[in-house]
């Protein structure tokens, strides 16, 4: 699990942040170079050595993504969803947006349905993520990824990985009781082809089956 | 390329997608997807303004800020080639001179590309964008089209010439008239994923690009034209498509952007639109004025039928939509005639939008149509069928097959179309009122030209490749459905390879025509490989020497004899009786004289009940019923939910979709997905998708006819009748939202 | 985005520490508004101070008052028992925000701070008073549709977006604050403002200070809710105009009433005035409407808007005859 856990002083914590980043500020040749942007394209245009003003700008981050343990480093503003679709090679979340419009992005935090893309990476520092590439079990489909095939709950596909992780989490959230419900608790999922009938189906079939998700 | 088999165990006529469990498990990879070694990231940056020039570009800060590898604008873009010989590279479908990406400082529309930024990372390519300092010598802009009416012009070419049949405006001396003019503002196809691209070069002449296209081929052409390349070194890659609706149909500038800038930092480039730039650099279905004027007997047959309409282009080319061609073939009327022009604005070029001119005409027409049917008092089925067309009214030439009265019956009995009250504000349930309202279209059906290769396996399994895509219709998977029943094999022995340039030419994705081109192409080339293994197999020292290659039967994987069913022979000892590891046939396959015997359509009517809010003015669909005839049904699951899409795209049309632009400056103002509404799942009841799924003999050897567009064409004028129906309020202006209902 | 500075805090002292002595700073909750209006550019913080680890996440019940810690997310309010029990005019207030995936991850607080999402705001190409006062207000010769009605200058017609904000003013409920000063507490009503001057202030919070909590009131009014939101599509849209209603019905009179009005003003309308109009009254249709009609008063169009003229007073009549008769 992540390295700073939640037992770990969280004053400790930041001061470890503050200073950390104060540390680099002060222990390279850059002495005068503040890590506030004014100061950090006044640093640029100076020509200074982009490698060491990168150390500046990153955070340590622990995260658990599919089960898997990482840790890594990025800036501030970089996105989970660009995070996993970009470094961690995780693709399989979209973006559809970028701007928390569609649920193309939607993926699962300590198991409940967000949008990555409107989710800063570090914030998501000790916890645990689920892709859709986290859901099969080997070979073998969650009941959720057999019903969209069997309903026919997509046709291009994009928007497929978030209506899935979505639907999983409606059903565990306990709104899935209904067709009309199934509809208005998945209205944050687009889907452009309009597959909708079916994907309310597949959900709606996941929900009788009964079975824990 | 993107390689596809069957996996499911259900029978062959209602087959799961073939690449299903690829999209349900994220293994599906769209055009940036995956990720290259020292791959960079790409920014566009727009203009501001609507017309004008660019004065200064000072790219001097962006240029310093952290990881940027490059920016590209006029003043410094490598040559283009194909741009210098003053070709059209990235050809436009329609008329006048594509967009010249970076080549002059002139501004044609707002959100014009105007610079390319490179750099390392995503979050640092943003963010030297936002560096790029730009001053702009203003122009006054004109990009309404409702102020600009008296500049519209006819388009050139015959096609657009006014069309007259008959005697022109003959309504005016009719007894029953009805004149009505209908709008439908700015759409957007904003399909889920976001236009990209991913580029790199391997030396000076050879390019690979992954794009978001619907023309495998077409894209490949655009850039070898462009930079002036060979073929067989341009490889695009286009496994999976996020849904095009029409925004893939064409090469757009920002391709050619990032090839460019590949080239100038040799290096591996990704550009992926905003949703934003989807509004400005894809196209967009144009704004559409329409006055349609029918003249009838007091017994509701049609005397006259005039359309009009004006639609808007960009000023640099002449995007043009059929939108009057349904008035002229719909139903039969012998004084129909047609006025087509088009605006020149100061915006980007339009393309088509799911159903293009057809859905924008069969709005205007078919709301008409309802309006008569008052005017006479007849039940508005009842008038369609008294008009209709028995043979094609333009040509005089006969339907190859036609039937629209079964779609009439069959969804007027699926939704109670006799159960309703037909007197307009006469049913409620509560607050809610209720109507029922329907529409109907019809859809060219096309057959293009395509090539397939069909290669038989040493195991006996059948490996099917073209150059095509699929960004939704479920194209492997229909072939492979086609395939299994030509040819004889159970569809999980059956892989189709798409999405890949190198393979044997494949058409463009578009104008409802997939299906029935390569659907027909599939059908040759098993026939043709069926036909050379029956030539193997029934010569001198073969397994069934002597038999005649009619007397074969070709079926689950065997050829055995009609005559004697016990002499069988699997496709797998076929092949390897030729002592090669495979057997391969090619064929390349196309439309005959038909067209010239006979006109050929598809066919839908969309029956719709409404609940329309007394106090609120809310409009809530509760029932849809939608028939088609598109020949003979494939695929029953994939045709279902194309249909199903069609009908959400018209919900969309009819009731929400509406780009809107601040004339005075030229720019959108909710060019984004909260504030430009798509349907999203509450807005959306079951859907009845029916099919009267007979095979239409004449258009190709699948009797296929096409469906992506015919299931949308009519279903706003649809929902629009039911919400006069429900209110008695007729409301012409696209999209019916709460506030028209509350005047 | 800027690659800002990001550190955590995980005490009230420490956030409030943490704004007061950087002025390019800003507190991060939910991020759902902010990340998003960061990439818009339109608010470009150099720092940002992480509160999700503070304790103000509980829902609890204290004396007469329901207590709502801001960190509370909005799906969790929503869902809530005690919530459901004793304001269910709240829990249906929030749940008729955004979509469920957001709701996870939108505080209580957030969703009070959330920014107008006005065109004209949201793009720095265009004139807009509140982000850049003195370069004009964009909304009102343009696209002025989603806009206020009730405003007190035409130099922001901008509206508050929020549901949840609609429900509370309706609630009377009370804002708590931590500042650099002390603590505070505002009633919801004086939360919002109107913009006036100063457009670019969407509340009355100063620098530096917290929201810490939402209390509520105990009422009566909890048998006869509705939260009506009306908007372009079905769901995942912000409101036209929305109207929260709350009653405490006696048979077929009215003895106490709240009312609200969304998607209206600067600021959620509550219609105090039209609460003392039906205080006393029959529940019928035909009071509502005199009622609805007393709501619109001072009313005013900008062009595309001016139907809101006619849906605000609609609204609060089907509101009100929705909540009425339910029981």
Same mark, same amino acid.
């Given at each position: 699990?992540?390295?700073?856990?939640?037992?770990?002083?969280?004053?400790e914590?930041?001061?470890?942040?503050?200073?950390r980043?104060?540390?680099?500020?002060?222990?390279?040749?850059?002495?005068?170079?503040?890590?506030?942007?004014?100061?950090?394209?006044?640093?640029?245009?100076e020509?200074?050595?982009?490698?060491?003003?990168?150390?500046f700008?990153?955070?340590?981050?622990?995260?658990?993504?599919?089960?898997?343990?990482?840790?890594?480093?990025?800036?501030?503003?970089?996105?989970?969803?660009d995070?996993?679709?970009?470094q961690?090679?995780?693709?399989?979340?979209k973006?559809?947006?970028?701007?928390?419009?569609? =649920?193309a992005?939607?993926?699962?935090?300590?198991g409940n349905?967000v949008?990555?893309?409107?989710?800063l990476?570090?914030?998501?520092? =000790?916890?645990?993520?689920?892709?859709?590439?986290?859901?099969?079990?080997?070979?073998k489909?969650?009941? %959720?990824?057999?019903?969209f095939?069997?309903?026919? =709950?997509?046709?291009?596909?994009?928007?497929?990985?978030?209506?899935? %992780?979505?639907?999983?989490?409606?059903?565990?959230?306990?709104?899935?009781n209904?067709?009309?419900?199934?509809?208005?608790?998945?209205?944050?999922?687009?889907?452009?082809?309009?597959?909708?009938?079916?994907?309310?189906?597949a959900?709606?079939d996941?929900?009788?089956?009964?079975?824990t998700l | 390329?993107?390689?596809?088999?069957?996996?499911?165990?259900?029978?062959?006529?209602?087959?799961?997608?073939?690449?299903g469990?690829?999209?349900?498990?994220?293994?599906?990879?769209?055009?940036?997807?995956?990720?290259?070694?020292?791959?960079?990231?790409?920014?566009?940056?727009?203009s501001?303004?609507?017309?004008?020039?660019?004065k200064?570009?000072?790219?001097?800060?962006?240029?310093?800020?952290?990881?940027?590898?490059?920016?590209?604008?006029?003043?410094?873009?490598?040559?283009?080639?194909?741009?210098?010989?003053?070709?059209?590279?990235?050809?436009?479908?329609?008329?006048?001179e594509?967009?010249?990406?970076?080549?002059?400082?002139?501004?044609?529309?707002?959100?014009?590309?105007?610079?390319?930024?490179?750099a390392?990372?995503y979050?640092?390519?943003?963010?030297?964008?936002?560096?790029?300092?730009?001053?702009?010598?203003?122009?006054?802009q004109?990009?309404?089209?409702?102020?600009?009416?008296?500049?519209?012009?006819?388009?050139?070419?015959?096609?657009?010439?006014?069309?007259?049949?008959?005697?022109?405006?003959?309504?005016?001396?009719s007894?029953?008239?009805?004149e009505?003019?209908?709008?439908?503002?700015?759409?957007?196809?904003?399909?889920?994923?976001?236009h990209?691209?991913t580029?790199?070069?391997?030396?000076?002449?050879?390019?690979?690009?992954?794009?978001?296209?619907?023309? $495998?081929?077409?894209?490949?052409?655009?850039?070898?034209?462009?930079?002036?390349?060979?073929?067989?070194?341009?490889?695009?890659?286009?496994?999976?498509?996020?849904?095009?609706?029409?925004?893939?149909?064409r090469?757009?500038?920002?391709?050619?952007a990032?090839?460019?800038?590949a080239?100038?930092?040799n290096?591996?480039?990704?550009?992926?639109?905003?949703?934003?730039?989807m509004?400005?650099?894809?196209?967009?279905?144009?704004?559409?004025?329409?006055?349609?004027?029918?003249g009838?007997?007091?017994?509701g047959?049609l005397?006259?039928?005039?359309?009009?309409?004006?639609?808007e282009?960009s000023?640099?080319?002449?995007?043009?939509?059929?939108?009057?061609?349904?008035?002229?073939v719909?139903?039969?009327?012998?004084?129909?005639?047609?006025?087509?022009?088009?605006?020149?604005?100061?915006?980007?070029?339009?393309?088509?939008?799911?159903?293009?001119?057809?859905?924008?005409?069969?709005?205007?027409?078919?709301?008409?149509i309802?309006?008569?049917s008052?005017? $006479?008092?007849?039940?508005?089925?009842?008038?369609?069928?008294?008009?209709?067309?028995?043979?094609?009214?333009?040509?005089?030439?006969?339907?190859s097959?036609?039937?629209?009265k079964?779609?009439?019956q069959?969804?007027a009995?699926?939704?109670g179309?006799?159960?309703?009250?037909?007197?307009?504000?006469?049913?409620?349930e509560?607050e809610?009122?209720?109507?029922?309202?329907?529409?109907?279209?019809?859809?060219?059906?096309? @057959?293009?030209?395509?090539? $397939?290769?069909?290669?038989?396996?040493?195991?006996?399994?059948?490996?099917?490749?073209?150059?095509?895509?699929?960004?939704?219709?479920g194209?492997?998977?229909?072939?492979?459905?086609?395939?299994?029943?030509?040819?004889?094999?159970?569809?999980?022995?059956?892989?189709f390879?798409?999405?890949?340039?190198?393979?044997?030419?494949?058409?463009?994705?578009?104008?409802s025509?997939?299906?029935?081109?390569?659907?027909?192409?599939?059908?040759?080339v098993?026939?043709?490989?069926?036909?050379k293994?029956?030539?193997?197999?029934?010569?001198?020292?073969?397994?069934?020497?002597?038999?005649?290659?009619?007397?074969?039967?070709?079926?689950?994987?065997?050829?055995?004899?009609?005559t004697?069913?016990?002499?069988?022979?699997a496709?797998?000892?076929?092949?390897?009786?030729?002592?090669?590891?495979?057997?391969?046939?090619?064929?390349?396959?196309?439309?005959?004289?038909?067209?010239?015997k006979?006109?050929?359509y598809?066919f839908a009517v969309?029956?719709?009940?409404?609940q329309?809010?007394?106090?609120?003015?809310?409009?809530?669909?509760?029932?849809?019923?939608?028939?088609?005839?598109?020949?003979?049904?494939?695929n029953?699951?994939?045709?279902?939910?194309?249909?199903?899409?069609?009908?959400?795209?018209?919900?969309?049309?009819?009731?929400?979709?509406?780009?809107?632009?601040?004339? @005075?400056?030229?720019?959108?103002?909710?060019?984004?997905?909260?504030d430009?509404?798509v349907p999203?799942s509450?807005d959306?009841?079951?859907?009845?998708?029916?099919?009267?799924?007979?095979?239409?003999?004449?258009?190709?050897?699948i009797?296929?006819?096409g469906?992506?567009?015919?299931?949308?064409?009519g279903?706003?004028?649809?929902?629009?009748?039911?919400?006069?129906?429900?209110?008695?309020?007729?409301?012409?202006?696209?999209?019916i939202?709460?506030?028209?209902?509350l005047? | 985005?800027?690659?800002?500075?990001?550190?955590?805090?995980?005490?009230?002292?420490?956030?409030?520490?943490?704004?007061?002595?950087d002025?390019?700073s800003?507190? /991060?909750a939910?991020?759902?508004?902010?990340?998003?209006?960061?990439?818009?550019?339109?608010?470009?913080?150099?720092?940002?101070?992480?509160i999700?680890n503070?304790?103000?996440?509980?829902?609890?019940k204290?004396g007469?008052?329901?207590?709502?810690?801001?960190?509370?997310?909005?799906?969790?309010?929503? &869902?809530?028992?005690?919530?459901?029990k004793e304001?269910?005019?709240?829990?249906?207030?929030v749940?008729?925000g955004?979509?469920?995936?957001?709701?996870?991850?939108?505080?209580?607080?957030?969703n009070?701070?959330?920014?107008?999402?006005?065109?004209?705001?949201?793009?720095?190409?265009?004139?807009?008073?509140?982000?850049?006062?003195?370069?004009?207000?964009?909304?009102?010769?343009?696209?002025?549709?989603?806009?206020?009605i009730?405003?007190?200058?035409?130099?922001?017609?901008?509206?508050?977006?929020?549901?949840?904000?609609?429900?509370?003013?309706?609630?009377?409920?009370?804002?708590?604050?931590?500042?650099?000063r002390?603590?505070?507490?505002?009633?919801?009503?004086?939360?919002?403002?109107?913009?006036?001057?100063?457009?670019?202030?969407?509340?009355?919070?100063?620098?530096?200070?917290l929201?810490?909590?939402?209390?509520?009131?105990?009422?009566?009014?909890?048998?006869?809710?509705h939260?009506?939101?009306?908007?372009?599509?079905?769901?995942?849209?912000?409101?036209?105009?929305?109207?929260?209603?709350?009653? &405490?019905?006696?048979?077929?009179?009215?003895? &106490?009433?709240?009312?609200?009005?969304?998607?209206?003003?600067?600021?959620?309308?509550?219609?105090t005035?039209?609460?003392?109009?039906?205080?006393?009254?029959?529940?019928?249709?035909?009071?509502?409407?005199?009622?609805?009609?007393?709501?619109?008063?001072?009313a005013?169009?900008?062009?595309?808007n001016?139907?809101?003229?006619? /849906?605000?007073?609609?609204?609060?009549?089907?509101?009100?005859?929705t909540?009425?008769?339910?029981?």
């Amino acid at each position: 699990m992540a390295k700073k856990g939640s037992g770990q002083n969280q004053a400790e914590e930041n001061y470890l942040n503050e200073s950390r980043r104060n540390f680099f500020k002060q222990s390279s040749l850059l002495t005068a170079l503040a890590v506030t942007p004014p100061a950090f394209l006044k640093a640029a245009e100076e020509g200074l050595d982009e490698k060491a003003a990168g150390y500046f700008e990153k955070m340590p981050l622990a995260i658990q993504i599919n089960g898997v343990n990482h840790d890594l480093s990025v800036e501030p503003r970089t996105t989970l969803l660009d995070l996993i679709r970009e470094q961690l090679a995780l693709p399989g979340t979209k973006k559809g947006c970028d701007h928390g419009q569609c =649920g193309a992005c939607t993926v699962h935090v300590n198991g409940n349905r967000v949008l990555s893309c409107l989710t800063l990476a570090v914030t998501a520092e =000790g916890k645990k993520v689920t892709t859709i590439e986290g859901l099969a079990d080997g070979e073998k489909l969650h009941p %959720m990824q057999e019903a969209f095939i069997k309903y026919d =709950g997509f046709q291009c596909g994009y928007c497929t990985p978030g209506q899935i %992780m979505s639907g999983i989490a409606c059903i565990r959230e306990g709104h899935a009781n209904s067709d009309d419900e199934i509809r208005e608790y998945m209205s944050g999922n687009i889907c452009r082809c309009g597959a909708y009938p079916n994907i309310v189906k597949a959900i709606a079939d996941v929900k009788k089956g009964g079975q824990t998700l | 390329m993107a390689t596809h088999q069957y996996l499911g165990g259900q029978p062959d006529e209602a087959l799961d997608r073939v690449d299903g469990r690829q999209k349900v498990t994220g293994a599906a990879k769209y055009s940036v997807d995956d990720i290259l070694p020292g791959l960079t990231y790409a920014v566009l940056v727009e203009s501001t303004i609507a017309k004008g020039h660019i004065k200064k570009i000072d790219t001097k800060k962006a240029q310093s800020a952290p990881g940027v590898l490059a920016i590209i604008y006029h003043g410094n873009a490598p040559a283009i080639p194909g741009y210098e010989t003053g070709g059209n590279p990235a050809k436009p479908p329609t008329g006048g001179e594509p967009f010249r990406v970076f080549q002059n400082t002139q501004i044609y529309f707002a959100g014009q590309p105007i610079a390319i930024v490179i750099a390392d990372t995503y979050e640092r390519a943003i963010y030297a964008a936002t560096l790029v300092e730009t001053e702009y010598n203003k122009d006054d802009q004109r990009t309404d089209i409702e102020g600009n009416k008296d500049k519209a012009v006819v388009p050139k070419g015959p096609r657009y010439a006014d069309y007259i049949r008959g005697e022109a405006d003959a309504y005016k001396n009719s007894v029953i008239k009805i004149e009505a003019e209908y709008i439908i503002p700015v759409e957007v196809h904003n399909p889920m994923e976001l236009h990209a691209t991913t580029a790199f070069w391997d030396g000076e002449d050879k390019v690979t690009v992954f794009d978001k296209t619907q023309g $495998v081929k077409s894209t490949q052409r655009s850039i070898m034209d462009a930079f002036k390349l060979k073929e067989q070194n341009v490889q695009v890659n286009t496994d999976f498509v996020g849904g095009g609706f029409g925004s893939g149909l064409r090469t757009w500038p920002h391709v050619i952007a990032a090839v460019l800038a590949a080239k100038k930092i040799n290096k591996p480039v990704k550009l992926v639109l905003t949703r934003p730039q989807m509004f400005t650099m894809v196209g967009y279905r144009p704004y559409s004025w329409q006055k349609i004027s029918l003249g009838a007997t007091r017994d509701g047959v049609l005397t006259g039928l005039t359309h009009e309409a004006i639609s808007e282009t960009s000023t640099y080319e002449e995007f043009t939509d059929r939108t009057v061609d349904i008035s002229k073939v719909m139903y039969a009327c012998p004084n129909v005639n047609t006025r087509y022009k088009i605006v020149a604005l100061d915006k980007s070029t339009p393309t088509w939008m799911r159903g293009p001119g057809e859905a924008t005409g069969a709005y205007a027409l078919e709301c008409a149509i309802d309006e008569l049917s008052y005017a $006479v008092n007849l039940d508005p089925l009842e008038l369609r069928i008294r008009n209709h067309a028995d043979v094609d009214p333009v040509r005089n030439l006969p339907w190859s097959s036609k039937y629209l009265k079964e779609c009439y019956q069959k969804g007027a009995e699926a939704i109670g179309w006799n159960k309703r009250n037909p007197k307009p504000n006469s049913m409620q349930e509560g607050e809610w009122q209720l109507g029922y309202g329907m529409g109907a279209g019809n859809f060219n059906a096309n @057959r293009g030209r395509a090539t $397939v290769k069909a290669t038989l396996l040493a195991d006996g399994s059948l490996v099917l490749q073209s150059a095509v895509s699929d960004s939704g219709p479920g194209t492997a998977t229909t072939m492979t459905s086609i395939a299994s029943n030509v040819f004889g094999l159970s569809p999980g022995k059956i892989t189709f390879e798409l999405g890949d340039s190198s393979l044997p030419p494949g058409p463009t994705q578009g104008g409802s025509t997939t299906t029935s081109t390569l659907g027909s192409a599939v059908h040759d080339v098993c026939v043709a490989l069926q036909q050379k293994m029956a030539e193997l197999v029934t010569i001198q020292g073969s397994l069934l020497q002597g038999a005649k290659p009619e007397n074969l039967h070709f079926e689950k994987g065997y050829i055995t004899l009609k005559t004697d069913a016990s002499k069988k022979v699997a496709y797998a000892d076929v092949v390897k009786q030729t002592g090669s590891s495979q057997l391969e046939v090619t064929k390349d396959s196309q439309a005959g004289d038909e067209r010239n015997k006979y006109s050929i359509y598809s066919f839908a009517v969309h029956f719709v009940q409404v609940q329309v809010h007394r106090l609120t003015g809310v409009v809530r669909i509760k029932k849809v019923v939608t028939v088609a005839d598109a020949g003979k049904i494939i695929n029953e699951k994939t045709a279902a939910s194309q249909l199903m899409g069609g009908v959400v795209s018209g919900i969309g049309m009819a009731l929400m979709e509406d780009a809107v632009m601040d004339h @005075r400056f030229g720019r959108y103002v909710n060019n984004n997905l909260a504030d430009y509404h798509v349907p999203v799942s509450a807005d959306v009841p079951d859907i009845k998708a029916l099919f009267i799924d007979k095979p239409d003999p004449f258009i190709n050897p699948i009797g296929s006819k096409g469906l992506g567009e015919i299931a949308n064409v009519g279903f706003a004028a649809a929902v629009a009748n039911a919400v006069y129906h429900a209110t008695g309020k007729r409301i012409r202006t696209l999209p019916i939202t709460p506030d028209k209902l509350l005047r | 985005m800027i690659n800002f500075d990001y550190v955590r805090v995980s005490t009230i002292k420490a956030a409030v520490d943490a704004i007061v002595k950087d002025n390019n700073s800003l507190w /991060l909750a939910g991020g759902t508004n902010l990340v998003d209006l960061m990439k818009k550019g339109v608010m470009t913080p150099q720092k940002l101070v992480d509160i999700n680890n503070l304790p103000l996440k509980e829902i609890k019940k204290e004396g007469n008052k329901l207590i709502i810690g801001a960190l509370a997310l909005n799906s969790t309010v929503a &869902d809530n028992e005690l919530v459901r029990k004793e304001q269910p005019l709240l829990a249906l207030a929030v749940q008729a925000g955004a979509s469920a995936q957001l709701r996870n991850m939108a505080t209580v607080g957030g969703n009070m701070m959330q920014r107008t999402r006005c065109p004209y705001f949201y793009n720095t190409d265009m004139p807009c008073n509140k982000r850049e006062p003195g370069t004009g207000c964009g909304a009102l010769k343009g696209f002025n549709r989603m806009h206020a009605i009730f405003t007190d200058t035409e130099k922001c017609i901008a509206v508050h977006p929020s549901d949840m904000s609609v429900g509370l003013v309706a609630l009377d409920a009370t804002v708590l604050l931590s500042g650099p000063r002390g603590d505070r507490r505002i009633p919801f009503q004086n939360f919002h403002r109107l913009p006036g001057n100063l457009p670019q202030k969407d509340n009355t919070l100063e620098r530096g200070e917290l929201i810490v909590a939402v209390e509520i009131p105990e009422n009566k009014l909890n048998k006869h809710v509705h939260y009506l939101k009306v908007r372009d599509r079905t769901s995942y849209a912000f409101a036209l105009v929305s109207a929260a209603v709350a009653v &405490d019905l006696e048979g077929s009179t009215i003895k &106490d009433i709240r009312l609200a009005l969304g998607g209206v003003a600067h600021k959620p309308w509550r219609l105090t005035e039209v609460e003392n109009f039906l205080k006393g009254k029959a529940a019928t249709e035909v009071n509502y409407k005199q009622a609805a009609a007393l709501a619109i008063r001072g009313a005013k169009g900008f062009g595309l808007n001016n139907f809101k003229l006619k /849906l605000a007073p609609n609204t609060l009549v089907e509101a009100l005859k929705t909540a009425t008769g339910k029981s």
